[in-house]
Structures are given as structure tokens and as C-alpha cells.
């Protein structure tokens, strides 16, 4: 089962309370079903939840009773179920029912929660969180791209519209916009999944970052001690320790001895500690002695 089909799975277990909220759910699932649009009378899809919904719901707010139809799918098992108006009268009584009311339906935010559940039912997907923060909506055209992104802009989301070939779908990427649609929805236990997937890929995020920070910085001090251990060795090479300056023989033959240590570490192991500024004050003459 799909993460997707999970998700409708809970949504459609919730039943608005109000008129108007039942109004606006059924604005939705009817819209974006295609199922008020000219010469589409039914609606197909793998989950008998969804297409209970939708009978449900056109006969509690539209009082048609619809018919749902097992299929069994071609070749691998299992069973489609398609919603479909009985005929065209009833097709017109259902229309009827939203006929210049599309604007008032969604004044009241509790409303637009309702008419998002709605829309998610039947044309949404989400991807899984782990993999991705991704949503779609396949509204199947433009009219539909637009009314649903101004109600998401309404609630503060922007939505990306998206034609491909004669389709049109709206998506939303981001962890955080996703959640609040969920939220607005009434999708609590795809919420807890998502914030829960968010937390752990925030931490190893943070981690990776300091990683290769701290990776970055061992291989800076890596270069520059190999240059200086370069520039020490030269110097010995000529005349021995005894042809380096004395202020400069014990920052070198502690470098030389100890190529892994940062600035502060040289600076705390030497006789009397010094600041790192110093230290690389030291390292930089001794390799300006090398240099000449």
C-alpha cells in the first residue's frame, strides 16, 4: 500500500460536522472527480473507501444515489471500484446543487479545510517522507490548477502549476507547506509520520554539515603542515637544527614530530605556551627561511 493511499485512507474516516463543511468536502471530491464536468459521469479508483465516499456524499448533500461497481483488475488480481451517476437527470440535479455557489463555499476556513480533504481524495498524491517532501495535485486542467491555488494561497501555500502534454496538475514541494495542508486536512497521523521523518533527516543533515566542516578543516591543516614540515626538513637539510634561529627550534622540531596537531594544540605543547597567532607567526618565518 502506497503512502499516498495511506493518507487518503485516514482522511476519508473523517466525517465533517457542519452543513457548510459537508458542502465544501463534496465541492471537492465532485470538482476535482470530474464528476460535475460535461459528459464524465463516473469515477474510477483502487480504494473502496474513496469510492464509498463519494456515494455517500452525493447522497447525503446531493440526494443522488449513485452507483458504486467492482471491477476486478485485468491480469493481476485485486479489484477496482468505479462510482458512476445512473443517469443523466440525476447527473443535472448534482450540477444543480453547486450551480453559483463555488464562491461562497469556501468563505469560512474550516470550509477550505474540507474542500482541500476533498480535492487530496481524489487527485492528490504525496510522495513518502523519507524519500521526498513532494505534492501533487492532477487537476486535469487549468480552471481547476487555479481555484485550488487560490485557496492555498489563501492559507498561506504556493502552489507550482505544471502542464504536461493535456494535463495540468499543481504541486508543492517542502516539508513544511506539506504539513500544514496536512494539518488543515485533519491528517494527524500522516503529520506525526512527516514532522517525525523531518526531525531525523534535519539531525543527520546537521551532522553531515559538521562532518565535512570538521573534514575540511583536518584537510586544510593537513596541506598547510605538510608545507611546513617541507620547509623544516629543508632547513635541516642545509645545516641542522643548530642553522635555525633558537626562537624558531622548538615550534620546528615539535611541527616536524607531530604533523596532525592544529595551531592551538603546537601552542599548548610547547615549553611556554603561546597564542595561535604566534605559533603561525613562527611556522610562516620558518618557511620564509626555507624560501630565501
Not at 460536522?17 to 460535475?36: H, I, K, N, T, V
Not at 443522488?64 to 445512473?86: E, F, H, N, Q, W
Not at 611541527?255 to 592551538?264: F, H, S, V
Request: proline letters at 2%; glycine letters at 8%.
Amino acid at each position: 500500500m502506497s503512502y499516498s493511499t495511506v493518507v487518503k485512507s485516514e482522511l476519508c474516516r473523517i466525517r465533517p460536522e457542519s452543513d457548510c463543511c459537508r458542502l465544501a468536502e463534496a465541492y471537492g471530491l465532485l470538482l476535482y472527480s470530474r464528476l460535475l464536468s460535461e459528459g464524465h459521469d463516473s469515477y474510477a479508483t483502487e480504494t473502496k473507501g474513496i469510492a464509498d465516499l463519494i456515494g455517500e456524499t452525493m447522497a447525503s448533500v446531493c440526494g443522488v444515489y449513485a452507483d458504486v461497481i467492482t471491477l476486478a483488475k485485468a491480469g493481476s488480481g485485486g479489484s477496482r471500484y468505479m462510482v458512476k451517476i445512473p443517469n443523466s437527470e440525476q447527473k443535472k440535479m448534482i450540477c444543480a446543487r453547486f450551480a453559483g455557489t463555488s464562491g461562497g463555499i469556501l468563505d469560512k476556513e474550516c470550509c477550505v479545510a474540507s474542500f482541500l480533504r476533498g480535492v487530496f481524495i481524489v487527485c492528490g498524491t504525496v510522495a513518502e517522507p523519507s524519500r521526498d517532501y513532494h505534492m501533487e495535485f492532477l487537476t486535469g486542467s487549468e480552471r481547476r490548477s487555479d481555484i485550488l491555488s487560490d485557496t492555498l494561497g489563501r492559507a498561506g501555500i504556493k502552489g507550482h502549476k505544471l502542464q504536461r502534454g493535456d494535463r495540468w496538475l499543481l504541486y508543492i514541494k517542502g516539508a513544511d507547506d506539506i504539513i500544514s495542508i496536512m494539518k488543515k486536512m485533519g491528517a494527524k497521523y500522516a503529520v506525526q509520520s512527516i514532522e517525525q521523518t523531518k526531525t531525523v533527516r534535519d539531525v543527520r543533515n546537521k551532522v553531515n554539515r559538521q562532518f565535512n566542516c570538521d573534514q575540511a578543516n583536518i584537510d586544510r591543516t593537513l596541506s598547510a603542515s605538510e608545507q611546513q614540515c617541507a620547509a623544516i626538513r629543508k632547513l635541516i637539510r642545509k645545516s641542522g637544527y643548530a642553522g635555525i634561529p633558537p626562537e624558531l627550534r622548538e615550534i620546528a622540531r615539535l611541527r616536524l614530530e607531530n604533523p596532525e596537531m592544529t595551531l592551538r594544540d603546537l601552542s599548548e605543547n610547547l615549553s611556554q605556551p603561546i597564542t595561535r597567532s604566534g605559533v603561525n607567526h613562527r611556522l610562516k618565518k620558518l618557511m620564509e627561511l626555507a624560501e630565501e
